[in-house]
């Protein structure tokens, strides 16, 4: 079983640093406290993962249509082409 013991933490940021991260996690739909304990959670993961994107690589994932396939047709077109 594992049970959460929270604990307060004081950070001095600039305030406008402070406003950007408070409206990314506004739009993240998350707390800044939970923003922050997601940071710290990725920055300190003692596993080494093979690919480590931050948050706003991942969140841009697919949305940009794969069109390796259709690379690959065209190419084996022209390769017939070719050789034929």
Known sequence: ???RTDSKLTLLLDTD???R???YAAQQDLSLSALVETFFTQ???TQ???HRYSPIV???A???PDTHEADDAEFIKHLEEKYE
């Open 43 to 45: 920055l300190t993961a």
């Open 58 to 60: 991942e969140s841009l």
């Open 62 to 64: 697919g949305i940009i």
């Open 21 to 23: 991260a408070k409206q």
């Open 1 to 3: 079983m594992n049970v």
């Open 17 to 19: 640093t402070i406003a």
């Open 48 to 50: 080494k993962q093979e």
